[in-house]
């Protein structure tokens, strides 16, 4: 036989008949017995027969098992799964529940996003809404932050809204040269719009030069602000490809980014 049962959290209180305390009860060794309730059916046939021919009477079950002089084992239950005797019980049960199916029903949504950008002449480099000083910038309509694009399209594909090209085409005379932070802070209103917050950001710049570590913490603060999320919640990381490929020969760089969304009202 085995009973689900947790420790007695509450001080006990032994009263005498006009309730006034008597003494205190140790807790230790005295456990709160739940349901479910386990026996061999054999057993628990001849307990209750046992039981009627003796006109005898107990709380559950595991009671006259015991009566009868067999063991039972204690097996960890949860305080989750208390009794419903009062009317609070149930109102205390129905608010578990309501949370319980609360967290069920939240959404998240994955995105990721990846750009690339050639090294050209003339230009300035822009990465994350930083001005970098280096001897070459980024080809491109906007000013070519190819960090702050990947990072709007990882936010716009976990909205399922497409890319960036499809809100803001190269094609369009109002975008050429435009700041993509200012891209970024759309994309994030068009995401909000939809029910959607920013639960994280993750990107990697890859990159042979400049090094950015000294300007990743503006990165972190400009793209922080630009989502109206708190800065620790956006990571910026930069790497090299070790000299191979069209990083590593200086022929341009590379961003890719994870975006978490959650649906507004979801519990976090």
Same mark, same amino acid.
């Given at each position: 036989a085995a009973v689900t049962a947790v420790p007695v959290a509450d001080t006990l209180k032994k009263s005498d008949e006009r309730q006034y305390v008597q003494k205190t009860v140790s807790r230790e060794r005295l456990y709160q017995i739940q349901t479910p309730q386990a026996f061999s059916k054999s057993l628990l046939d001849e307990a209750l027969e046992w039981a009627e021919a003796k006109g005898l009477d107990a709380t559950d079950e595991a009671g006259l098992v015991? &009566? $009868?002089?067999?063991? %039972?084992?204690? %097996?960890?239950?949860?305080?989750?799964?208390? !009794?419903?005797?009062?009317?609070?019980?149930?109102?205390? +049960?129905? +608010?578990?529940?309501? !949370?319980?199916? &609360?967290? $069920?029903?939240?959404?998240?949504? =994955?995105?990721?996003?990846?750009?690339?950008?050639?090294?050209?002449?003339?230009?300035?480099?822009?990465?994350? @809404? %930083? !001005?970098?000083?280096?001897?070459?910038?980024?080809? @491109?309509? &906007?000013?070519?932050? +190819?960090?702050?694009? +990947? =990072?709007?399209?990882? $936010?716009?594909?976990a909205a399922a809204e497409g890319d960036l090209g499809k809100h803001f085409p190269d094609t369009d005379p109002q975008f050429k040269g435009v700041s993509s932070r200012v891209l970024l802070a759309e994309v994030a209103r068009r995401v909000q719009n939809k029910g959607f917050t920013v639960a994280n950001v993750d990107a990697t710049v890859v990159c042979q030069r400049p090094k950015l570590a000294p300007h990743i913490p503006e990165m972190r603060e400009i793209i922080a602000a630009a989502l109206g999320v708190p800065v620790d919640r956006v990571s910026v990381k930069a790497t090299t490809e070790e000299g191979l490929g069209f990083t590593g020969t200086m022929q341009g760089l590379a961003a890719r980014a994870v975006v978490l969304l959650q649906k507004r009202g979801s519990p976090p």
């Open positions: 015991e &009566s $009868m002089g067999h063991k %039972v084992r204690l %097996v960890e239950g949860s305080v989750t799964n208390f !009794k419903i005797t009062r009317a609070e019980d149930l109102e205390m +049960a129905a +608010a578990l529940l309501e !949370k319980r199916k &609360s967290a $069920m029903s939240q959404e998240f949504r =994955i995105g990721e996003g990846y750009d690339v950008h050639a090294f050209v002449p003339g230009r300035d480099l822009i990465l994350g @809404g %930083v !001005k970098v000083p280096f001897e070459q910038g980024l080809q @491109g309509h &906007s000013d070519a932050d +190819a960090l702050l694009h +990947a =990072i709007c399209d990882a $936010m716009l594909g």
